[in-house]
T-cell receptor, first 112, second 115 residues
């Protein structure tokens, strides 16, 4: 069973609207959690990184939250733009291990 | 270079053929990773290099897959006797030292199609 589960699998939003993506994980012990953005045909690019002691981290219009107690994270996209259309992948790093646990991603489509 | 580069960007081959996929990591990065990504899925770990040595090759699916990094920089992923199930995007990533706190920087991937 995948240790990182993301929802929804995909979503469509209108330009200018907000959306929130969810990530639940069971990876333990836990070092950090990252959200990556992957444009079609490109490699993933790191958006945010949070350790267990951080509750929120922002990168422009992207805001990630983390609840290490419930092992949940979210990525909120504010005032979406067409360029936000991509797959967003939740990635969890276990402590003292280089092996990352990847979610399957949420595909976001922003329409004009 | 400024980022991780991979060549070719696309590779179409016939079942049974041999293919090589190349990865140029960020200069100075000692850690290099290969992943395989199927459509609609997150990347799946294949192999991790620390310098010239394969520190962990537990993700390689079978002995048809092999990877080298002879000088601790460029790496080549080699697939023998390709099968249709090998079709996927092969991603390479590098990080400065390796370890859980290092950010892995990904290349654009090589899309392999086995006919």
């Amino acid at each position: 069973k995948n240790q990182v589960e993301q929802s929804p699998q995909s979503l469509i939003i209108l330009e200018g609207k907000n959306c929130t993506l969810q990530c639940n994980y069971t990876v333990s012990p836990f070092s950090n959690l990252r959200w990556y953005k992957q444009d079609t045909g490109r490699g993933p690019v790191s958006l945010t990184i949070m350790t267990f002691s951080e509750n929120t981290k922002s990168n422009g219009r992207y805001t990630a939250t983390l609840d290490a107690d419930t092992k949940q994270s979210s990525l909120h996209i504010t005032a979406s733009q067409l360029s936000d259309s991509a797959s967003y992948i939740c990635v969890v790093s276990p402590s003292n291990d280089y092996k990352l646990s990847f979610g399957a991603g949420t595909t976001v489509t922003v329409r004009a | 270079g400024a980022g991780v580069s991979q060549t070719p960007s696309n590779k179409v081959t016939e079942k049974g053929k041999y293919v090589e996929l190349r990865c140029d990591p960020i200069s100075g990065h000692t850690a290099l990773y290969w992943y395989r990504q199927s459509l609609g899925q997150g990347p799946e770990f294949l192999i991790y290099f620390q310098g010239t040595g394969a520190a962990d090759d537990s993700g390689l699916p079978n002995d048809r897959f092999f990877a080298v990094r002879p000088e601790g920089s460029v790496s080549t992923l080699k697939i023998q006797r390709t099968e249709r199930g090998d079709s996927a995007v092969y991603l390479c990533a590098s990080s400065l030292k390796g370890g859980s706190t290092d950010t892995q920087y990904f290349g654009p991937g090589t899309r392999l199609t086995v006919l």
